[in-house]
């Protein structure tokens, strides 16, 4: 395996010059934190029995212990006191605990704060209800940032008396534990626990691990890290040290290493079909209900011991209570469901070896780029060929989402106006939705790979302008699209790519219209209308309101204006639908086949004549029918 991670470490720092891969000057280095950091799982446990290291399960082939190796002789004093269970409160007491003048320390710590690994373990493994585990999930996400952004910087400001001056920290992220491309893990593998099959879970089956739930659960694992990154950012040149944020996790994605993978036609762990699988997990093949099959070793050992009140790791299972600034404490939505798993299945869910080796080869590729700031030196990073596309392009069928170029034209701008590129971070994603709510709302991204930091506004601007215009240049040349919508695409230069993402999908107008009926009221008129192609991103404010009150004596009360697609509403092909009064006698002078009040919005509206209406009948008819259709 050491071979897979020397062979990672050469590809991951080639953006670094060779005379800045030297690692001599780390003399004394530490590394703390959580269970990523412990390893625990990863090769041998440390320590002899009931010993501290052997408590935290600190392992012999954790990122931490793979990274001491690499550095080299330089080194004279390595202190690793992460332990596995703790949160940021246990681990700025190892901060604390460390002996001064370090070079370097590496760490990973938040997850437990937001009970991420219990989490997963209790909504998956075992009986609990949807709504409970939907309750903490929630209540996770919610604390990233009242809770694990002051918890952090609570670690960090304990690490400022622990440095030398301009030495380094490395803030290692998580990585997303699922594949979300098929439902295969939902419908041909089972995550409960099946030898708890004796008991039918007491009437209750455990959840499945559907596509949705894949994606809340990798979701809050980039909230973690967004978090962490963030603090990084905000830290970095304000103490003794340099801090960066090392992020892997796009790496078991791109070497097909995550959970529910379609590789993965077994749901056997190890699975030789998933050679470069970066986490452990639990042998999820689907089994009948009537198979006799066999009992897992560890949870026969698990359950047996445990009903004597011991196990194979006391300490960690005394640690694994919830504590204070965990979700669900205090507030009712802790999962009270306590039988008690067996500690071999604390692994699960954390980074096997070779999440280990990816791990190190990311915190010394992040110590090389790192160190070389510090010296006032630039790294370089290999170009990759651009690509670009056009998502009208796919081959999918239409109806799809779009939005009108105008719109585009100016919010791009904005967008890449607003981009600003966090300190010492590789790899990150900014993204920006635009005109929400309307049915033109649409999202703006840009992602950095290959460890890549850098990038520049006036690339960002030609790339956006290039999508915005070079795909779906119809014209009216093209009777397919008149009104040049656009559909979106993405433009990849180098290691940075630029997405434009429309939101709401519908039909493709080829030309603006709507439709229009009116009830006299004899004191008001109540006009109701539905539209398309036009006034479709400002809830018709700038567009018919405005050209109503241009119309003497016009007058519109009452205002209504919704979009269909966004609130869920069918509009039978249409836009949007609104609702006003006016007074009595406008509707010839306003409303009429003239269309004063259409031509002045930038639109058109026909009769409605009770369904009847033809396009070429514009004005407003008078009829009883309730919009929208």
């Known amino acids: 395996m050491l071979l897979i991670w020397c062979f990672a470490l050469l590809f991951l720092a080639r953006g670094a010059r060779a005379e800045e891969v030297d690692f001599s000057f780390i003399e004394k280095w530490a590394a703390i934190g959580d269970s990523y950091t412990a390893g625990v799982g990863s090769g041998n446990q440390l320590g002899s029995y009931l010993s501290k290291t052997w408590q935290c399960s600190r392992s012999s082939y954790a990122y931490p212990e793979i990274v001491n190796k690499a550095l080299g002789g330089s080194v004279k004093s390595y202190q690793y006191l992460a332990c596995s269970g703790d949160r940021t409160d246990g681990i700025e007491k190892q901060a604390k605990a460390l002996e001064g003048d370090l070079d370097l320390v590496v760490l990973t710590a938040g997850g437990n704060d937001l009970c991420l690994a219990g989490m997963i373990k209790e909504c998956v493994f075992l009986p609990y209800s949807e709504e409970k585990c939907d309750a903490v999930l929630s209540k996770a996400q919610s604390n990233v940032n009242s809770i694990l952004k002051p918890n952090i910087r609570k670690v960090l400001d304990a ?36 030898e708890w099959n004796f008991t039918s879970y007491i009437g209750v089956k455990g959840l499945p691990l559907t596509i949705e739930r894949r994606k809340r659960f990798n979701a809050l694992v980039g909230d973690i890290n967004k978090a962490i990154s963030e603090v990084v950012e905000e830290y970095d040149g304000h103490k003794k040290y340099r801090i960066s944020f090392s992020d892997w996790s796009e790496w078991p994605g791109i070497v097909d290493g995550q959970m529910c993978s379609p590789s993965d036609d077994t749901g056997k762990y190890p699975n030789p079909k998933q050679p470069m699988m970066q986490f452990f997990k639990p042998d999820t093949h689907l089994v009948d209900d009537d198979e006799n099959t066999p009992v897992h070793d560890e949870f026969k050992r698990g359950f047996a011991v445990e009903s004597l009140d011991m196990s194979l790791n006391p300490p960690i299972i005394a640690r694994d209570t919830l504590a204070a600034d965990c979700p669900g404490d205090g507030s009712g939505l802790a999962l009270p469901f306590n039988m008690g798993l067996p500690d071999s299945f604390l692994a699960n869910f954390h980074p096997n070896e070779n999440g280990h080796e990816t791990m190190a080869a990311a915190t010394l590729e992040m110590i090389a780029w790192t160190r070389a700031k510090i010296l006032g030196k630039e790294s370089c990073s290999g170009e990759d060929q651009d690509d670009f596309k056009c998502w009208s392009s796919d081959g999918l069928d239409f109806p799809r989402p779009y939005a009108g170029w105008e719109r585009l034209d100016k919010t791009y701008r904005e967008f890449c106006d607003n981009v600003k590129a966090p300190d010492n971070t590789v790899n990150w994603e900014k993204e920006e939705s635009y005109l929400v709510g309307t049915v033109e709302e649409h999202r703006f991204k840009v992602k950095l790979s290959d460890r890549a930091s850098e990038w520049s506004k006036d690339e960002c601007l030609e790339a956006f302008k290039r999508i915005i215009h070079s795909c779906d240049n119809g014209g009216d040349s093209n009777k397919q699209n008149p009104m040049n919508w656009k559909y979106g695409g993405k433009y990849k230069r180098g290691s940075t790519t630029y997405e434009l993402y429309p939101k709401w999908e519908r039909p493709t107008h080829t030309r603006a219209d709507g439709m229009c009926a009116y009830t006299n009221n004899y004191v008001f008129y109540e006009y109701r209308m539905m539209g398309k192609g036009w006034a479709g991103w400002e809830w018709g404010k700038d567009t018919l309101l405005s050209a109503l009150k241009g119309c003497k004596l016009l007058t519109p009360t009452a205002w209504t204006f919704e979009y269909c697609a966004p609130n869920g509403i ?28 259409a031509k002045s919005a930038g639109g058109y509206f026909h009769k409605y004549n009770d369904g009847n209406g033809k396009y070429e009948d514009g004005g407003c008819s008078e009829s009883t029918a309730t919009f929208p259709l």
């Open 570 to 597: 069918k509009c039978d092909g249409y836009d949007w639908y609104a609702i006003w009064h006016s007074t009595i006698g406008v509707n010839g002078r306003c409303m009429d086949a003239m269309n004063v009040v």
């Open 159 to 194: 690490l400022e008396d622990k440095m030398k001056k301009d030495s380094i920290v490395i803030y290692n992220g998580y990585a997303p534990f699922f594949n979300t491309d098929n439902e295969d893990c939902a419908n041909k593998q089972t995550w409960a626990i099946r």
